[in-house]
């Protein structure tokens, strides 16, 4: 038989499809909801976006100003990959003296490309393939991907209204199997606004120990907790050592573009994390840690004025979402409000988009932070206080159409 020339292979060959050579675990996951609806609103001319979690406040000036002069300066090189030296002293310094608790800065901090990247590194450095992560519920939408993508299988526990969506104790209990290694924490909770109490936090901490776990926490809205001070579970007796900390300055200072998050821990949990850090990102943006720098050293008075104003705007829109028969529990931290839309008869999602077309006043639909987000809707009000008031005009007229 005479040989098929090249030609005449090729046209044997099956047509290429791209689609084939993805990932099995990303080609099976969801865009995320939220862009959804932002992308939506983007669109839509007059609309009042209350969907994205983003301060409205500008970054300070001398924050800005002190990036700027680094630039001039040159300073455009790498940093050490767990970030500059006087960076992380500044941060260990803060914990120690806003909480109490002591880190080595050279072996028990890492500075990340936002928290996010933190949030991925903790999940890719504490799971083997099979293993599992608790995750209560409802909760910020990376979470469940970021273990799906570490190799890992998240296990969803459900928080409930009643208990103002504090996860409880004996829930996660059940949900701890012997292929259990880590419980991710994440107060004040993004999207419920909820936080925890000492109390319940040390009913965890007996479920933490009694199954060797470790604790991720995620304390981005750390600094906005409103009536009364934030708790880490690190600050209880002996679960320094089994918690990472994971912050950053992007909810308190407006500084999300910045792209600065960082991770405290034991040096074991940290140092694995930052071999990941070491082949990934190498180090965060130079400039972005001298402007968070400048933050840690001299913003705490503009982070105290925005929590107030933002504490104001809870307030407003609370007491607004009520009063126009959206039914609401007093958020104690972050920057949103969680209100029921359980009596209308409508999905979170169907509720939302109608909302969305027929007032122009975008929010979240629940079910997107997770099953028991069903029936709720999530609404930031890190908006000026004028759109708060204008938005719940709007709902109202929506609701009292329905």
Request: with cysteine.
């Amino acid at each position: 038989m005479k040989q098929q020339t090249k030609k005449q292979r090729l046209k044997n060959v099956l047509p290429w499809n791209a689609k084939d050579h993805i990932n099995q675990s990303v080609r099976d996951m969801p865009p995320s909801g939220i862009r959804k609806f932002f992308d939506l609103v983007s669109e839509m001319k007059g609309a009042i976006s209350l969907g994205v979690g983003e301060p409205d406040f500008v970054t300070p000036w001398h924050v800005r100003e002190a990036c700027i002069y680094s630039l001039e300066l040159g300073n455009t090189h790498y940093t050490s990959n767990k970030g500059m030296p006087e960076l992380r002293e500044a941060i260990c310094q803060e914990v120690s003296r806003d909480m109490g608790i002591d880190f080595d800065c050279n072996e028990e901090i890492l500075i990340t490309t936002g928290v996010s990247e933190a949030v991925d590194l903790a999940f890719r450095a504490t799971l083997n393939p099979g293993e599992e992560a608790v995750v209560p519920e409802p909760c910020y939408v990376a979470y469940t991907p970021d273990i799906i993508l570490a190799g890992g299988v998240p296990k969803t526990v459900p928080t409930r209204l009643e208990n103002e969506f504090r996860v409880q104790a004996e829930d996660v209990a059940r949900r701890v199997t012997e292929k259990t290694r880590s419980l991710l924490l994440s107060y004040p909770n993004n999207p419920t606004g909820a936080i925890m109490t000492r109390s319940d936090l040390e009913d965890l901490a007996d479920v933490v120990v009694e199954n060797d776990l470790i604790v991720i926490s995620d304390e981005v809205y750390a600094e906005l907790t409103y009536s009364k001070s934030h708790i880490s579970f690190a600050q209880l007796e002996g679960m320094k050592e089994r918690t990472l900390i994971l912050n950053g300055l992007s909810k308190s200072h407006a500084m999300t573009g910045w792209r600065i998050g960082y991770a405290m821990g034991d040096p074991a949990l940290v140092g694995a994390m930052t071999k990941i850090h070491q082949y990934t990102m190498l180090c965060a943006p130079t400039m972005a840690q001298v402007a968070a720098l400048e933050a840690m050293q001299s913003g705490k008075d503009e982070m105290l004025h925005m929590r107030h104003e933002y504490d104001l705007r809870r307030r407003l829109f609370v007491s607004g979402l009520n009063r126009i028969g959206l039914d609401c529990f007093e958020p104690k931290g972050a920057f949103y409000a969680f209100p029921s839309v359980q009596r209308f008869g409508l999905s979170s999602e169907e509720f939302a988009e109608r909302l969305l077309y027929e007032q122009k006043v975008a929010v979240v639909p629940g079910n997107v932070f997770g099953e028991s987000g069903e029936g709720f809707l999530r609404c930031s009000y890190a908006t000026s206080r004028e759109e708060l008031i204008e938005a719940l005009d709007r709902m109202e007229i929506f609701i009292k159409s329905l």
